[in-house]
């Protein structure tokens, strides 16, 4: 968000200023640094999402892109087992779909040239797919083949989004090139298409 109260009421802390600050410290130090914005769309920022548009044209922002909040697992970035998912409301969805469909208008020229929206509008359809739970929706994300996460107490797993699998305590190449590891993958990727369906971060790694 770039409106001060609408940032801390999502991050908690009064930070924007340092946000802003930081870029362009960035840009007095490094001005063809190239920086990125990715956002979460939540009720709270859903009418604020045009005020971010021109921010990063502003502000010269090479990249911008939106996200879905992850509402799928209990394993995302290390959440509690107290975590519980919730439903999005029918109204806030249909006014995603309003308000995306506002920005593409006013905004087609950012849009189309991917400059900085570089998804081009992809990103924001997928993520009114994922809000609707659309079981339609496909990702070609091979994030948990090719890299992993490893937590502060060791456990290891395919991705943020994907229960931990095994610690790192006999080395970290042997557990992530180990039969278990490998065929757990498998199993997650081939029998269990809901973790990657409907990810919220989907990454191909070529």
């Given at each position: 968000?770039?409106?001060a ?61 939106f ?40 905004y ?17 359809k ?22 992993c ?30 039969n ?6 498998r ?20």
């Amino acid at each position: 968000a770039v409106n001060a109260s609408t940032y801390r009421r999502i991050r908690g802390i009064d930070g924007l200023d340092t946000v802003i600050r930081g870029i362009d410290a960035l840009r007095s130090i490094k001005p063809d640094i190239r920086i990125s914005i990715r956002t979460l769309i939540l009720p709270e920022n859903l009418y604020e999402l045009g005020d971010l548009i021109e921010f990063s044209v502003n502000k010269k922002i090479d990249k911008l892109s939106f996200k879905a909040e992850d509402l799928n697992t209990e394993f995302a970035f290390g959440r509690a087992d107290s975590f519980a998912t919730e439903s999005l409301t029918l109204d806030f969805i249909h006014n995603l779909e309003n308000e995306v469909d506002k920005l593409f208008r006013k905004y087609a020229q950012y849009f189309d040239s991917g400059n900085p929206l570089y998804e081009k509008g992809n990103d924001l359809k997928r993520v009114i797919s994922i809000y609707k739970r659309d079981d339609s929706l496909v990702s070609d994300c091979n994030c948990a083949t090719h890299c992993c996460v490893i937590y502060p107490d060791a456990t290891i797993a395919p991705c943020f989004f994907i229960e931990s699998y095994g610690d790192i305590s006999n080395g970290i190449n042997k557990t992530f090139q180990s039969n278990y590891y490998q065929k757990t993958v498998r199993n997650i990727l081939n029998e269990d298409k809901r973790y990657c369906r409907h990810c919220v971060c989907p990454v191909v790694f070529a």
